[in-house]
């Protein structure tokens, strides 16, 4: 299965998608804050990110724009985990970078579905993307 690194401040939440990633066989990585995260990304190459966009200093969206502006990271896609489910808000988050949304609270069907078809993607997006 997939290495998955999960972005996101509230425990609640990530208790949940650790717990619904597991249970699926994916391997979790976690970070509490963009910039911890940015690093784990970096040094670990995960498969997938999901990336809250409201967090403590440095909010998801600056960490995305990050990520896709580097060559090390910027096929590694990565998912919007957002409690932002306004009209435009997707629009705006994916034009930040986001290869998907997944608006909180979480549907786990939902959930593992969006993630399962990022993964099936990646790979040929990744294997494609030149170095």
Known sequence: MARVLIVEDNPANMTLAVF??????????????????LGM??????????????????????AIGLLKADE?????P??????LAMKGDEERIRAAGCDGYIAKPLAYRDFLAIIAAQLEAAPRARRETPA
């Open 78 to 83: 990565v998912i919007a985990l957002t409690a």
């Open 20 to 37: 619904l990633l597991e249970s699926a066989g994916h391997t979790v990585l976690k970070a509490v804050d963009a910039e911890t995260g």
């Open 41 to 62: 990304a970096f040094h670990e190459q995960p498969d997938l990110i999901l990336m809250d966009i409201q967090l403590p200093g440095m909010d998801g969206l600056e």
């Open 72 to 76: 090390a990271t910027r096929t590694i």
